[in-house]
């Protein structure tokens, strides 16, 4: 008869293999933390033999992926990863630039676009530099479609999320190929006179229990049309991890550039916090283990908990958070009368538990 065992990894101190769905055996739990500035997301996830086997550099059976499965799979990390860098490098008081150009500037070809962008965003860049604001720190969405004979493109335009500092009006303005005297712009007159290079509009940033999610999800929404991803090098930048035994793949098909000053989330990971049992409680739950996740994470508001089952693997659960801002000290006074007032007013949270992650 043939042996179908599978030998497990040696860690210090012994792991149960949990399961054998289709030669996939679960081997454990990792909790990981992905950082970026005060946004945080974790993964509860199981891991598999053949995960482990890539990770240390041991190829498994080629296998066939199907392309669209693959398309859809690099879809979905790279908007995972554009929330990521939105939401641990924006904040409100930044701002979401759109520029589109008219029948007389248009380009001819995307690297032709970038070139006209990229000239843009310098010229923010030495604005900024000369009233003394930080360094600019932006990420790119160039967005556009090919003509039915594919030959030339069309409707092409950009998405700019940009730190904020700078009057709307001047980052506006800047959409142009004209020189601009700062001296004189206190001149409608001659703000009128700067021909601008098409339709351009600054926006404040709109956020709410998600951050900039949700606009982070609308810049690349369009599934028919092509897009190239750009930042700034300066954010951070959060980095992932294989989860399913697979060889690495590329976010997006497109590019990615990142502004240098960006933050760069950090990922960390914990291999023995969950069994494959207690993932199962929490996620059978009615709040998907919310309740208890709170008090796991007491240092954060958690704002999304999601539990999903996968045939091959289990219970994955997935969670977004903030970390919450820190007390305010007293403002003086006797101690009696602060500790009145903090027990009546509402809006004081409850101490937090110094465990909390």
């Known amino acids: 008869m043939e042996d179908r065992t599978t030998a497990l990894l040696v860690y210090p101190y012994t792991l149960k293999k949990v399961s054998d769905r289709k030669g996939s055996a ?15 997301e974790v993964d509860i996830i199981p891991r598999t033999e053949a995960a482990e086997q890539a990770a240390r550099g041991k190829r498994g059976k080629k296998r066939k992926v199907n392309a669209q499965k693959q398309k859809d799979l690099n879809d979905k990390n790279a908007k995972r990863y554009l929330v990521q860098l939105g939401n641990g490098n924006f904040h409100i008081g930044d701002l979401h630039t759109s520029c589109t ?33 930080e360094p600019l720190k932006y990420i790119l969405v160039t967005e556009y479609k090919y003509t039915k004979d594919g030959q030339s493109i069309k409707r092409i335009h950009h998405h700019i999320i940009m730190n904020g500092g700078l009057d709307r ?20 007159e001659y703000r ?30 369009d599934p028919q049309g092509k ?10 930048r959060p980095e992932t991890t294989r989860e399913d035994g697979g060889e690495k793949q590329q976010r997006d098909q497109n590019h990615w550039k990142y502004s240098r000053n960006l933050n760069a989330p950090e990922e960390k990971c914990n291999d023995f916090k969950y069994s494959k049992r207690k ?34 693997t289990g219970w994955h659960i997935y969670l977004k958070m903030w970390k919450k801002e820190p007390k305010k000290a007293g ?27």
């Open 101 to 133: 150009y008219d029948a007389e500037n248009l380009p001819e070809t995307v690297e032709e676009a970038e070139n006209i962008v990229t000239n843009y965003l310098r010229r923010i860049a030495y604005r900024r530099k000369k009233l003394g604001l």
């Open 192 to 221: 009128a006179s700067i021909k601008q290079l098409g339709w351009v509009n600054a926006d404040r940033l709109q956020m709410n229990e998600n951050g900039i999610e949700g606009l982070c999800k609308y810049i690349v929404k």
């Open 26 to 40: 679960v081997v454990f739990i990792r909790e990981k933390k992905t950082d970026c500035a005060n946004y945080r």
């Open 227 to 236: 897009k190239r991803y750009s930042s700034s090098r300066n954010l951070d």
């Open 169 to 188: 009006d001047d980052v506006e303005l800047m959409w142009t190929k004209d020189r601009i005297n700062w001296k004189k712009t206190k001149d409608p």
């Open 331 to 357: 403002q003086g006074g006797k101690r009696s009368g602060n500790r009145k007032k903090n027990k009546a007013a509402p809006h004081i949270k409850a101490k937090e538990d110094k465990k909390g992650n």
């Open 279 to 312: 993932v199962e409680q929490l996620a059978k739950s009615p709040d998907a283990g919310l309740e208890e996740f709170r008090k796991i994470y007491s240092n954060y508001n958690i704002v999304s908990c999601e539990a999903v089952f996968y045939e091959q």
